[in-house]
């Protein structure tokens, strides 16, 4: 590997997918604010709405996916600059 491209400070991190509540725990480097114990081991937790065990791809089933919820907090967020723009 080329020396000085890559992150020193990784450590264990559990990545929850929110969709299902599967917790997996690997190394990464990601910034997180929560924590999770997992089998009386505190963990950073990074909270993901998707991964490998709910994917349709994967998983082979189709599954609807909330994308109104993002599209409302968006407009939410942007309220005053987007009803400007509207009107």
């Known amino acids: 590997m080329k ?3 890559h992150a020193d400070n990784y450590r264990m991190v559990a990545f929850k997918d929110m969709s ?3 917790v997996f725990i690997t190394k990464s480097t990601v910034q997180t604010k929560e ?3 997992v089998d ?3 963990y950073p937790l990074c ?3 998707i991964s490998d065990t709910s994917h349709p791809f994967y998983t082979g089933k189709v599954k609807l996916v909330d994308t109104a919820g993002r599209v ?3 407009r939410n ?3 005053k600059h987007y009803t400007d723009k509207k009107q």
Do not use: A, Q, S, V
Request: hydrophobic share 20%; charged share 55%; net charge neutral.
């Open 72 to 74: 409302d907090k968006f």
């Open 47 to 49: 909270k993901l709405e």
């Open 20 to 22: 299902n509540e599967e």
């Open 77 to 79: 967020r942007y309220k």
């Open 35 to 37: 924590k999770i114990d």
């Open 3 to 5: 020396k000085g491209i």
């Open 40 to 42: 009386g081991t505190e």
